[in-house]
């Protein structure tokens, strides 16, 4: 039986409300920050930057830390 979009969404934020999820999206993000913040001069964008730290910040977990 093929998943429905909708419950596929739900699949997917009950993935992101627990906690492996949130490890998850914790890993995600500083990989992707790691990489963002190479980049220099006016390529380097600030403002997303601050919105995925703070993202990772509230709803990530980072075990690295």
Known sequence: ????EAKLA???LEL???FRGRILVGRAFKHII??????EGTDR?????ADMRLLKDYFG???SD
């Open 10 to 12: 739900n699949e997917a």
């Open 45 to 49: 964008e600030i403002s997303t930057l």
């Open 34 to 39: 790691e990489e963002m913040e190479k980049v």
């Open 61 to 63: 977990i980072d075990l």
């Open 16 to 18: 992101l409300a627990s």
């Open 1 to 4: 039986m093929k998943k429905t």
